[in-house]
């Protein structure tokens, strides 16, 4: 038995890979991702600490890339320190250096 997959002699996109419609599929997908992240992300947004956006941190780029939304959105319905007065919240490493305050972010 071999440990050879016939898949990675392919591109990724090339007619002739046997996953050819879903990794073409998957690439539409990515590009029309890409374009709602770069398309309206909320300005103002902010960590408290390090003054990054959502769109900067990878944690929330990541979590927001698996639910379908922007940084932003994902920061708006799931940051516990989300503070929807000013935008501002902690991200987890500035949450961490500052002592995991209590409450929305200042």
């Not at 398309?39 to 990541?62: L, T």
């Not at 994902?74 to 409450?103: D, Q």
């Amino acid at each position: 038995m071999s440990d050879f997959d016939e898949r990675e002699a392919y591109e990724p996109n090339d007619p002739k890979h046997p996953d050819w419609p879903d990794s073409i599929l998957n690439k539409l997908d990515e590009e029309k991702y890409e374009a709602k992240l770069n398309s309206f992300d909320e300005p103002g947004y902010q960590c408290v600490g390090c003054k990054r956006a959502p769109a900067q941190i990878q944690e929330y780029v990541d979590a927001a890339h698996d639910e379908g939304i922007t940084p932003s959105e994902w920061v708006r319905s799931e940051e516990g320190t989300f503070n929807k007065e000013n935008g501002h919240f902690w991200c987890t490493n500035c949450y961490i250096k500052a002592g995991m305050p209590l409450g929305k972010a200042p």
